[in-house]
């Protein structure tokens, strides 16, 4: 079992940064973890993820560039950080995990996840 818990998420204007963060308990030994995102109205979509041992990540088109998934496993926690913000990155972002050594992109792959943080960016 992995408990996930997200923290991070506010109120920015279009241009500015977040860091969201994903503090992970229980069995976190060799678990890929990811983020992903769902705005009302719309389906759940892969945003970034990222291997256990953090040599290899993936993102969606729509956040190259702008947006860096990392872990310390130390800590137990990943990170998603977000820069240049626009407004169509509003959404509810959902950290999850799964025991898997790959960078998995759908969401179906994934078995367990938080309970989500909202991010709104405004014009």
């Known amino acids: 079992q992995v408990q996930l818990v997200e923290s991070g998420g506010g109120l920015v204007q279009a241009g500015g940064s977040l860091r969201l963060s994903c503090a992970a308990s229980g069995r976190t030994f060799s678990t890929s973890m990811g983020w992903f995102r769902q705005a009302p109205g719309k389906e759940r979509e892969f945003v970034a993820a990222i291997t256990w041992n953090a040599r290899g990540t993936n993102y969606a088109d729509s956040v190259k560039g702008r947006f860096t998934i990392s872990r310390d496993n130390a800590k137990n926690t990943v990170y998603l950080q977000m820069n240049s913000l626009k407004p169509e990155d509003t959404a509810v972002y959902y950290c999850?995990?799964?025991?898997?050594?790959?960078?998995?992109?759908?969401?179906?792959?994934?078995?367990?996840w938080g309970q989500g943080t909202q991010v709104t960016v405004s014009t």
């Open positions: 999850a995990a799964k025991l898997s050594l790959t960078a998995l992109s759908a969401a179906k792959d994934y078995d367990y």
